[in-house]
């Protein structure tokens, strides 16, 4: 069996990004589990605004293609006023030219979402990410990772300080990967409410 594709997405318009610090520390732990992994950041990407009335950039077409491929996604973004950052919602805004694939959108992909912020509503950004994933019918991992006051455990140049806080990354990424295989397998995930439409019940 060859092995799954997860693919990190997020960071920040900022330089140093804590956020694509936390996202690449979780794609170790899922490559330390088993995964191919691949990092999108969202900086370098250049996304225009998401319209569908123009042409699509290459740029789009890249993301979607490559989120389409991966098996599984692993989700960055700051927290930005109690939600993602519009950099983040953007790149998202452009996955709808997965609409017309077989099976659309995010359809069985487990997404394990993270987040860092200054203070301490991280989670805010992590239940709006929840709620995207759903609505492209994607699977939300249950373990979720925000990182409060982040200056706390990353150092002025964005490096990740916190030991503790790293093996919790790590761990989310080995989840993802988890998660991957046995929807390889089974066509579903231990933790899923429901398996999806059209899979064989045991």
């Known amino acids: 069996m060859t092995r799954p594709l997860v693919v990190g997405m997020g ?117 709006a990410m929840e709620f995207i994933v759903r609505s492209l019918r994607g699977w939300a991992v249950p373990l979720v990772f925000a990182v409060p006051r982040s200056s706390r455990v990353f150092d002025g140049d964005g490096r990740l300080t916190d030991q503790a806080v790293a093996d919790q990354l790590r761990g989310l990424g080995a989840e993802v990967t988890r998660a991957a295989l046995q929807f390889r397998t089974e066509g579903t995930c231990d933790y899923a409410q429901e398996r999806p439409s059209g899979a064989v019940r045991d």
């Open 11 to 127: 960071g920040s318009l900022r330089t140093p990004s804590t956020s694509l610090t936390a996202l690449r520390v979780a794609v170790e732990g899922a490559a330390d589990a088993g995964a191919g992994t691949l990092v999108i950041d969202l900086k370098r990407l250049t996304l225009p605004f998401y319209t569908p009335e123009h042409g699509i950039p290459a740029s789009a077409r890249r993301l979607a293609d490559t989120v389409q491929a991966a098996d599984a996604l692993l989700w960055s973004s700051p927290t930005y006023h109690g939600s993602v950052s519009g950099a983040f919602k953007n790149a998202v805004d452009w996955l709808a030219l997965l609409a017309d694939h077989d099976p659309p959108y995010l359809s069985n992909k487990p997404v394990g979402m993270l987040t860092t912020a200054g203070g301490v509503q991280g989670l805010q950004a992590i239940n």
